[in-house]
């Protein structure tokens, strides 16, 4: 395990070694995700990704995930703004990038991780964005699902798989629930920012996504025209997760012709 210190946070990183004449891939987790979250049934996604793509990749947990530093009192003080997205894509990841000496690289996100990586390639260079169940505005089924998880993480069991992952999962679980539920977050609309992205982009989600519809990928292509879409049926929110072999064989053949 080794950590980096970004604007004076602890962050934990994972590196994977590969070819230095291809751009590398950044993997960026999901609201409840971390370096841990990436590895299913023992095997690494990214792991597989980089030697499929034939890359070099970096993976890190956020802020209050994984092993990373925790957030102090989460529910008050320590509350995410609805625009922790933006600021990740736009302060941290920028910040991370430099000091790996890191310069146009593929991102690949999941869920929140996704809505990063198209903040972050609307206003810095990449190579390409790859996005799996991307938000680009916040639908009723998302405030649905997370409720839901409100209830699962209090009663249910959530807490207990969570802590598996989590070095502080009470800082993971709520910093992400209660912004989701707010007020506020549901003017969370980042499709004026799409708008201005010019890479090479592939849009995956599963037609079975519990938080989202497909209005997400209709609108990404809406706002960047070379979008591609890759619409997987018997999937749910994790394509890497529910159609592992499908997903990175399309990773694979997107990055294919790139840099």
């Known amino acids: 395990m080794k950590f980096l210190a970004i604007h004076g946070t602890r962050l934990e990183l994972q590196q994977i070694a590969g070819p230095a ?63 922790y997205m933006h600021r990740e894509a736009w302060e941290v990841l920028p910040a991370l990038l430099a000091a790996l000496h890191m310069e146009k690289p593929v991102l690949l996100g999941h869920s929140d991780g996704a809505s990063i990586a198209l903040l972050h390639a609307s206003r810095h260079p990449v190579t390409a964005g790859i996005v799996m169940a991307p938000h680009l505005m916040v639908e009723d089924i998302a405030v649905q699902a997370i409720a839901q998880a409100t209830t699962a993480f209090e009663s249910g069991g959530l807490r207990e798989k969570l802590a598996r992952h989590h070095a502080d999962v009470e800082s993971a679980f709520w910093q992400w629930n209660d912004v989701w539920l707010s007020e506020g977050f549901r003017r969370f609309d980042i499709r004026p920012d799409c708008v201005r992205i010019g890479a090479p982009l592939l849009a995956i989600q599963g037609l079975g996504d519990e938080y989202g519809t497909m209005a997400q990928l209709d609108e990404l292509t809406l706002a960047a025209p070379q979008t591609v879409q890759l619409r997987l049926a018997d999937c749910g929110h994790s394509p890497q997760r529910d159609q592992p072999e499908r997903t990175l064989k399309a990773v694979a053949a997107f990055l294919q012709p790139l840099p």
């Not at 792991?47 to 008050?76: I, K, L, M």
């Open 21 to 83: 004449d291809k751009a590398p891939l950044v993997f960026l987790h999901e609201g409840l995700g971390s370096v841990s979250l990436w590895t299913q049934r023992g095997q690494s996604w990214p792991q597989a990704v980089c030697e499929a793509t034939g890359r070099s990749g970096v993976v890190y947990s956020r802020r209050g995930y994984g092993q990373s530093a925790a957030v102090p009192d989460v529910r008050h003080s320590g509350r995410l703004t609805p625009d």
